[in-house]
């Protein structure tokens, strides 16, 4: 299992005059209804403990006034605290004075937001660039970083247009690009996509799913679209009022839901979609028996939806799948009676 990147624990943020006296009040059970009503304080978060870990899109989702955005701001100390604490890596953030704190956000982590937050007045290669001349790179050399993550969010020839020249899947690009320019480990993106029209979406989601696989950034995400989180992450969790209601892979969340919010949240979640590979597959020993098989089986790598390969197997096409990981080493196998008892197994 991947390290630790970014340990939330026992967190607490509650908007107010005097939001420390409230926290023994929430503590003791006062609901948000109460809080606001009787006290007029606004519970934020409430006792969150959770643990984000490197190289991973962490998926962090619920309706509006969840909490999901008041907490990928703590991240990088946008939003203090009321009580609780935030290491990422070893370092406790919320010890940090305002230079170190100026430097963590320049090197450790970088935002992209859902309104873009270009800057009108700079070219492509400016905002790109903008962040490494912060840090005190020289506009030559940070051209030539930025003209790099330019090309790969494909805006080559783009780099001397502004930013009301492009459409906003194109403007989004360019704020991803000036995430990835600073090279940061952490990258926060608060609701990037939920601007965009559909298609445009998916596209975003294609390149953010092909870049995590070449450079395996630590990345929260933000959203309110459950397919979405689906689709991006290898964890979700999900707020309700404040709370953390479930925290789990995305199968395990549409299979076993932690209780009826969750559950009503993905009803007409089609599970074949989700479920992947390795969630199915038997041991390696039954693939080693399996091998001796006369139909050669089909082979699909553990991440891989059982959607994709299902057909082969109900036409006859394949009697087996091997499930391979990264290099190709056989972890596993299924055959459409594996994916028949897990699905009667887990209504």
Known sequence: ???????????????????????????????????????NHVLGLNNINLNIYERTIHVVMGLSGSGKSTLIRHINRLINPTAGSLIIGDVDILSLDKKQLLKFRRSETAMVFQKFALLPHKTI???????LQIQGVSISDSHKKA???????????????????????????????????????????????????????????????????????????????LDEALRLGDCISILKDGNLVQNDKPEDIIVRPADKYVADFVKDVNRLKVLRAKTIMTNLSNAEESSTSAQRPYRAHEDTNIELFLPHLLSGEYDSVEVVDNDGNIRGHITGKNISLYLSANK
């Open 1 to 39: 299992m991947a390290d630790i990147k970014i340990a939330i624990k026992s967190l607490y943020k509650i908007f107010g005059a005097s939001p420390e006296k409230m926290v023994k009040l929430v503590k003791k059970d006062l609901s948000k209804e109460d809080l606001l009503e009787k006290n």
């Open 125 to 131: 290669i400016e905002n790109v660039s903008f962040g």
């Open 147 to 225: 003209q790099i993550w330019i090309d790969r969010v494909g805006l080559s020839g783009f780099e001397k247009h502004y930013p009301q020249q492009l459409s906003g899947g194109m403007q989004q690009r360019v704020g991803l690009a000036r995430a990835l320019c600073n090279d940061a480990g952490i990258l926060l993106m608060d609701e990037a996509f939920s601007a965009l029209d559909p298609l445009i979406r998916k596209d975003m989601q294609d390149m953010l799913l092909q870049l995590q696989s070449e450079l395996h950034k630590t990345i929260v995400f933000i959203t309110h679209d």
